[in-house]
């Protein structure tokens, strides 16, 4: 068999398809894909845990042709995809918890980049989103990841994957749950917003002669500051576990994608 540099068409496409497989990955997930870290450093980085897996990854016994190779890179971009998808869903929840406590203080108005995305979010979307990612490297949750990386190719090993009808319906139930991140962490701001709207409103009954709108509108800052200032510890205790719940997400959507025999 011909070798290129001590290595065979077969182990060559194995390397390759491993590297589609972590970039892709690298790409989606949150903090290293984020724009702050340079274009060559993220290279680098998936190219050495592309090395590392590599050197634990049984090669291919036979070289593929053309045709072949395409659908075995269409596959593990496919892997890709999904598991970004799945990791990133939970600082979306957070994300989009600290946008509903904008709207409910009258923040919306006020917008800013988000370096991740490098779209623009509202100021305690940005926060939220920003103690989200510290607490995610602080928790140590990103080797999590990069052991899940490791073990995809375990669980899917290469070239191709299968497509069960069970993938979609487990994506789905981890949006859900990722949905109800929404209500943990905006939870205590928003009930409390709630009962100063209700107190407001009343008041507004029993002496219309006050401007509600002046009253209210720092009343509503300052009370879900407080309350935002007050949760911060319940959100380090309740942010790593929402991380621990996503490698068990991850190996049941990966079990959905396994090849049939």
Known sequence: MPNVFGLSYAEIETALLIMVRVT???SIIPVFSAAQIPRLARIGLGLFITFVIYRVVPPMHVSLDLYALVGAILSQ???GLIFGFVSYLVFMGI???GEILDIQIGFAVANVINPLNQQ?????????????SLIY?????????FQGIGGSFNLLPLPYIGLDPSVAGNVT???TQASLIIFKVAAPAAIALFIVNVALGLMARVAPQMN?????FPLQIGVGLLMIAVSIPLLGFVIPQLYGQVPGQLDAVMRGMVPSP
């Open 212 to 216: 509600v709108f002046v009253v209210g």
């Open 77 to 79: 971009v496919v892997v």
């Open 95 to 97: 994300q989009l918890a």
């Open 173 to 175: 139930t981890f949006f």
């Open 137 to 145: 490297l602080i928790s140590n949750s990103h080797h999590l990841l």
């Open 24 to 26: 892709i990955v690298m």
């Open 120 to 132: 623009s979010v509202t100021v305690i979307g940005e926060f939220e989103l920003t103690l989200a």
